[in-house]
């Protein structure tokens, strides 16, 4: 598999601690992609659309979002990335505390591909990164060389 394949992973998280438990479980989930991890939204999306190694220009990512960020809401960053050319495929989770319904339902209206509120059943959380694992290995890249 050319290294240009693989999927990373963006954490979009500005508590330490839940990154730690999200990222914990997606290592326990047997998943071992690259993980980046991001505290705010200007510089997740400045990562997203603007440089060189990310999935604007370097393929597939899996973007894992808390809607409550210190500097802009996690759904303006849905809405960015699902309204732009390159990006509107990358598949987003939402990981927040909010729970109200209309807000996941806007989630899923902006795009995202699934909902996860925090504290999170970690159980569930782990099924569905599985889940995601096996998605990851199915959205490789084509080989240009193939």
Do not use: W
Request: proline fraction near 5%; include cysteine.
């Amino acid at each position: 598999m050319n290294s240009q394949q693989h999927v990373n992973i963006v954490m979009v998280e500005d508590d330490e601690g839940h990154a730690r438990l999200i990222e914990k479980n997606i290592r326990r989930a047997g998943i071992s992609n690259d993980i980046r991890h991001f505290m705010d939204g200007t510089s997740a999306l400045d990562y997203l659309f603007n440089d060189p190694h990310g999935p604007a220009f370097n393929g597939p990512a899996l973007i894992l979002l808390d809607l409550n960020l210190p500097d802009m809401s996690g759904t303006s960053i849905l809405e960015k990335v699902k309204s732009d050319e390159k990006l509107k495929r990358t598949p987003v989770v939402v990981l927040t505390t909010t729970d109200d319904k209309v807000e996941i339902q806007r989630c899923y209206d902006l795009g995202c591909n699934v909902y996860v509120t925090k504290p999170v059943n970690y159980e569930s959380f782990a099924d569905a990164i599985r889940q995601l694992g096996l998605f990851l290995s199915v959205i490789q890249v084509p080989d240009p060389e193939a």
